[in-house]
């Protein structure tokens, strides 16, 4: 509850947000949620839970998630709800106003179960999300280079294309050459990084390597933040698809999951309809509840 809370945002109709001009307060900006005041320090609190590209972004995500919070105790407050906190383990214990508003969801909030027909439909039109991943098992040279030291990368690169010379002429002389030039760890290995998936380098290294056949040396010394490599791509092993069965749990909950932060969205945007807001665009409330 106070994840979904904290990133309500996400949670939101994407309508643009009118940047809010509220009351003043001894000469403070004040924020109003059917008269009660959000402070300012909370709401600078908050704007710490929301990584932004700035800091007003910050701010007003912040005031976002902290009517929506107002919103929904006010409700369960009107609805007489009692608070019964849950205990989360490890000694943790819900707040009453976490258990009030995880209380009122509970109650006015509902959404479809996931059945086998909406579970296969969406199996067989995203098969990409059901792949394991191609691996990739490859082994590189480093010729170590900070980009800050423009000399010593025109150094690396010619000692890289001097060695890739020598390996292009014999590519079995790979571990015996990372060994001896090598900057990386993986030289007492033969410069073997094992087996590599999406993700596993920085870009600029599997942007080569990808395009890669097994057996393949990289034709040239690819530069990246640590200066230039030699790569060769030993072998790939592609992603297969994985069968229904394994995915059916995965993809139902996924389906639910989805459904009920729609239907959530949809019940925050009618509380925010129906309230008084200091100058500060909700999104409205133009979208019946998901039953």
Known sequence: ???????????????????????????????????????????????????????????????????????????????????????????????????????????????????????????????????????????????????????????????AELVLKDLQADPKRFAELALAHSACPSKSQGGNLGQLTKGSTVPEFETVLFELEAGQLSPTPVPTRFGFHIIELERIIEGEQLPYGAARDRIAAWLEASSWSRAVSQYISILAGKATIADFDMGGADTPLVQ
Do not use: W
């Open 1 to 159: 509850m106070v994840n979904l809370i904290n990133n309500s945002s996400s949670i939101l109709p994407s309508k643009k947000v009118k940047v809010p001009h509220p009351p003043k307060k001894d000469g403070r900006d004040v924020v109003l949620v059917n008269g009660v005041e959000i402070p300012g320090e909370a709401i600078r609190d908050e704007a710490q839970l929301h990584p932004a590209k700035n800091p007003g972004e910050a701010i007003k995500e912040a005031t976002r998630a902290l009517i929506v919070r107002e919103l929904l105790l006010q409700e369960a407050a009107a609805k007489g709800i009692a608070p019964a906190p849950e205990t989360l383990g490890e000694g943790l214990r819900e707040t009453d106003a976490d258990a009030a508003i995880r209380q009122l969801l509970d109650a006015e909030v509902s959404s479809p179960n996931a059945d086998e027909q909406a579970c296969r439909r969406y199996y067989e039109t995203h098969p990409d999300k059901f792949c394991s991943e191609t691996i990739y098992e490859a082994r590189h040279i480093l010729f170590a280079a900070p980009l800050s030291d423009p000399a010593a990368r025109d150094t690396a690169k010619n000692q």
